[in-house]
């Protein structure tokens, strides 16, 4: 039995999982607080599937990259249900995550999430055998960048994740029609994805457990900078 959850997003989504079967899934896709929502809702959710907190054999949990504050309040939740029932936790990369939306697209998948001021946090998958491969690894990085080394063939790139009118008019500028921009029901995270992907993983100890940022909160950067010019 797994308990997948992800809030790295303003998408909350957690699902039941055993034994190959999704027994639940609840999502939304709302600017509300996690912190106060995620706690109640698997608790919900569980007590409506008939599970136990002691039929859980794995917790999986979006790693990042994504909201700080929401990484944290996945991931702490997360650590703490695996680390008070003994069990491992199974981190799954949030673009990961995005780019199963786009397991039966024939050509490359960009799951990309906004980073502010024309930046994204984006890694580049592809389908091969019934699982998105890692063609160009996650990072943080300036869209114009990202385009740079899509730019050259003629290939179809499906994008999905967080398409503002920006950023789609950015990739439009760039690929053209060759840009296909996911619909709005496949551009969210789904915890049904999370936890198939953390079925055959097996994950580590919560202990050691960190999320991946990929990126310096602000205020960290900051006080980086300000040291360096000291």
Not at 38 to 63: Q, S
Not at 67 to 88: C, E, F, H, N, Q
Not at 138 to 163: C, M, N, P, V, Y
């Amino acid at each position: 039995m797994i308990l997948g959850m992800d809030t790295s997003s303003d998408t909350m989504t957690i699902a039941l999982f055993n034994k190959g079967v999704v027994l639940g899934e609840y999502t939304t896709n709302l600017k509300k607080n996690h912190s106060v929502r995620l706690l109640p809702a698997i608790a919900a959710l569980m007590e409506e599937c008939g599970v136990k907190p002691t039929d859980l054999e794995k917790i999986a949990v979006a790693k990042g990259p994504g909201s700080y504050t929401g990484l944290r309040i996945g991931v702490t939740v997360a650590k703490t249900m695996a680390w008070d029932a003994g069990i491992p936790i199974v981190g799954i990369s949030s673009l990961a995550l995005l780019a199963e939306n786009g397991l039966y697209f024939p050509g490359k998948v960009v799951a990309l999430m906004d980073a502010r001021r024309l930046n994204v946090y984006a890694g580049v998958y592809q389908a091969n055998h019934g699982e998105m491969k890692n063609l160009i690894a996650d990072s943080h990085t300036a869209l114009t960048d990202l385009l740079e080394q899509l730019k050259h063939g003629t290939d179809t790139i499906l994008f999905i994740g967080t398409l503002t009118e920006q950023i789609c008019f950015t990739v439009m500028e760039v690929l053209g029609e060759r840009a296909i921009f996911a619909q709005a029901d496949y551009s969210y995270s789904r915890a049904s994805s999370l936890v198939k992907l953390a079925e055959n993983l097996i994950g580590e100890s919560a202990d050691n457990f960190v999320p991946d940022y990929l990126k310096l909160a602000e205020a960290e950067s900051k006080w980086l900078e300000a040291r360096g010019s000291e």
